[in-house]
């Protein structure tokens, strides 16, 4: 059964940083893309990062240059580091797994 298990969300005001943390088990890591979701209440779920099983990343436009997705194979883990927060980042993040697999869901909450 996979299981996707994230942390790292809270609370950081504007123009602050949080890195969140997703650790799969269940199935091999290293052969399936992994990416960064998130949804605000009565929208739509949207990418925001995605990575290959190769490492090949890309990102969505309000977050370019901010934002970096990594994995680490030897540890089931995918990481979104977010720098230069901004309140419009405020959501529900979720990591999700090629496969239709998703985490559980954390908050990032940004405000002064």
């Known amino acids: 059964q996979v299981q996707l298990v994230e942390s790292g969300g809270g609370l950081v005001q504007p123009g602050g940083s949080l890195r969140l943390s997703c650790t799969a088990s269940g199935r091999i890591f290293s052969a399936f893309d992994m990416g960064w979701y998130r949804q605000a209440p009565g929208k739509q779920r949207e990418l925001v990062a995605h990575i290959s099983r190769g490492g090949r990343t890309n990102y969505a436009d309000s977050v370019k240059g901010r934002f970096t997705i990594s994995r680490d194979n030897a540890k089931n883990m995918v990481a979104l580091q977010m720098n230069s927060l901004k309140p419009e980042d405020t959501d529900v993040y979720y990591c999700?797994?090629?496969?239709?697999?998703w985490g559980q869901g954390t908050q990032v909450t940004v405000s002064s």
């Open positions: 999700y797994m090629e496969g239709g697999y």
